[in-house]
C-alpha cells in the first residue's frame, strides 16, 4: 500500500517532527534560490526537509521512512552551466501549489500537489511501486509531461544540474540506477506577474546581469 502527499501533509509522525520549527529554513536572496529561502535543518524529519535532492535514496541511507517516489518542482527550467550560476544555492525551496500526475507501471494514477519547499513524495517500499512510470505536471495553465520513463522514484538523482551529463543519454533508460545531469524539474515559462511579464528564468537573467 501506498500513501501520498496531497493538499495537505498525509504521512507518518517522523515526517512531521519540527516541520514548523523556523530554525529549518534560511532566507537568502533570490540569486541563491529564487523563493528565497533554502532548508538548513538537517536530518531533522519534515516533508520539507532537503528539497531538489534524491529523497529515495535519501531515505534508503539514512533508514528513513520508506518512499516510492519523491521529488521537487520549482518555478523554473534552467539548463546546464546557467542553472548552476543563475541559482547558487543547494536545498533551495521550490513551488507550492503544483499538481504532479504520476501513473505507475500498471496504472495506478497519483495526483499530489507540492508543499510550501515543493516538495511531493509517495509514502511505501520502492521495491513494490511499479515501473516505469510517467509523470505529467500541471500549474495554472501550464501542463508538460515528462518524456522519459522511469525506472526509479528518486526524482532529484537525474534532475540535479551538477551531476555530470552522459554523452550518450538516452531519453528513454531501462536500468533503475541510470543517473543523468539534467535541469530542475520545473515550470518553464512561468510568469509569476501575469501574462506578458517575464517569466522566472527571464527575471533571473536580468538579475544576473544577463540579456535573455
Given at each position: 500500500?501506498?500513501r501520498?502527499?496531497?493538499?495537505?501533509?498525509?504521512?507518518?509522525?517522523?515526517l512531521?517532527a519540527?516541520?514548523?520549527?523556523?530554525?529549518t529554513?534560511?532566507?537568502?536572496p533570490?540569486?541563491?534560490?529564487y523563493?528565497?529561502?533554502?532548508?538548513?535543518?538537517?536530518?531533522?524529519?519534515?516533508?520539507?526537509?532537503?528539497?531538489?535532492?534524491?529523497?529515495?535514496?535519501?531515505?534508503?541511507?539514512?533508514?528513513?521512512?520508506?518512499?516510492?517516489?519523491?521529488?521537487?518542482?520549482?518555478?523554473?527550467v534552467?539548463?546546464?552551466?546557467?542553472?548552476?550560476?543563475?541559482?547558487?544555492?543547494t536545498?533551495?525551496?521550490?513551488?507550492?501549489?503544483?499538481?504532479?500526475?504520476v501513473t505507475?507501471?500498471?496504472?495506478?494514477?497519483?495526483?499530489?500537489?507540492?508543499?510550501?519547499?515543493?516538495n511531493f513524495f509517495?509514502?511505501?517500499?520502492?521495491?513494490?511501486?511499479?515501473?516505469?512510470?510517467?509523470?505529467?505536471?500541471?500549474?495554472?495553465?501550464?501542463?508538460?509531461?515528462?518524456?522519459?520513463?522511469?525506472?526509479?522514484?528518486?526524482?532529484?538523482?537525474?534532475?540535479?544540474?551538477?551531476?555530470?551529463t552522459?554523452?550518450?543519454?538516452?531519453?528513454n533508460?531501462?536500468?533503475?540506477?541510470?543517473?543523468?545531469?539534467?535541469?530542475?524539474?520545473?515550470?518553464?515559462g512561468?510568469?509569476?506577474?501575469?501574462?506578458?511579464?517575464?517569466?522566472?528564468e527571464?527575471?533571473l537573467?536580468?538579475?544576473?546581469?544577463?540579456e535573455?
Amino acid at each position: 500500500m501506498f500513501r501520498w502527499f496531497a493538499a495537505s501533509i498525509l504521512g507518518g509522525s517522523a515526517l512531521l517532527a519540527l516541520a514548523c520549527n523556523d530554525e529549518t529554513i534560511e532566507v537568502v536572496p533570490k540569486d541563491v534560490c529564487y523563493s528565497e529561502m533554502r532548508w538548513v535543518g538537517d536530518k531533522r524529519g519534515s516533508p520539507e526537509m532537503f528539497p531538489g535532492r534524491d529523497c529515495v535514496g535519501c531515505h534508503i541511507d539514512n533508514d528513513g521512512p520508506p518512499l516510492a517516489l519523491g521529488g521537487t518542482i520549482y518555478p523554473y527550467v534552467l539548463q546546464g552551466e546557467e542553472a548552476l550560476t543563475l541559482q547558487t544555492g543547494t536545498d533551495c525551496y521550490g513551488l507550492e501549489g503544483a499538481t504532479v500526475r504520476v501513473t505507475d507501471g500498471e496504472g495506478q494514477v497519483f495526483e499530489l500537489t507540492t508543499n510550501k519547499a515543493g516538495n511531493f513524495f509517495v509514502e511505501g517500499n520502492p521495491d513494490d511501486f511499479a515501473k516505469p512510470f510517467r509523470v505529467e505536471l500541471e500549474f495554472e495553465d501550464i501542463r508538460p509531461s515528462m518524456a522519459t520513463s522511469p525506472m526509479y522514484g528518486g526524482c532529484g538523482r537525474c534532475h540535479n544540474p551538477a551531476v555530470p551529463t552522459d554523452p550518450g543519454f538516452n531519453l528513454n533508460p531501462t536500468d533503475a540506477d541510470y543517473q543523468n545531469g539534467t535541469a530542475r524539474i520545473g515550470v518553464q515559462g512561468y510568469s509569476p506577474n501575469g501574462p506578458d511579464t517575464p517569466t522566472v528564468e527571464q527575471e533571473l537573467r536580468a538579475l544576473a546581469g544577463e540579456e535573455d
